[in-house]
């Protein structure tokens, strides 16, 4: 419904405060993310078009999709694998398969808007792993938006808690 739309459009802003585009340099980098936002985009209307198909089917698909289009860029640049990257590459797929499921799965019970803004939240969670695990600092902008991105998953979820205890529907 409308609610969830303007707290996916408040958790923007916080992406666009925390990130502060302004200051990003200009390079190849950031020009593939931004690619992967169309394309991962793309993904999620596809996704909610095809509702019905088997979960498997879609990871599949998924799977060889990106294995087509990632080809010709691995073939430039391959490097063997050094044997003590094997078991966190292992587990990169497995986590990867793991979550595509899980966001399959989520796309085919879960409303769009509400799935947006708890999208949002993995940018809070990857600085939090950037803090503990690396000793990233975040700046005062940073945590600005994530308050924003929290303040609007809250309120969907306050949101959604409410409907369900009054019997509506749609928020």
Known sequence: ???RWIAAAIAFVGILIAVNPRELPWNAGLAAMGLVVLTGSAAVIATRRLRGAPTIVMMLFY???LTLCSAPFTALAWTPVQPAHWLPLILVGAFAQSAQACFLRAHYH????FLAVLAYLSLVFSVSVGFVVFGERPGPAFALGAALVVAAALWVSL???GLRQTGRTRL
């Open 1 to 3: 419904g409308r609610r």
């Open 159 to 161: 949101e959604a808690r």
């Open 110 to 113: 879960g409303a769009a808007g």
């Open 63 to 65: 799977t060889a999709g």
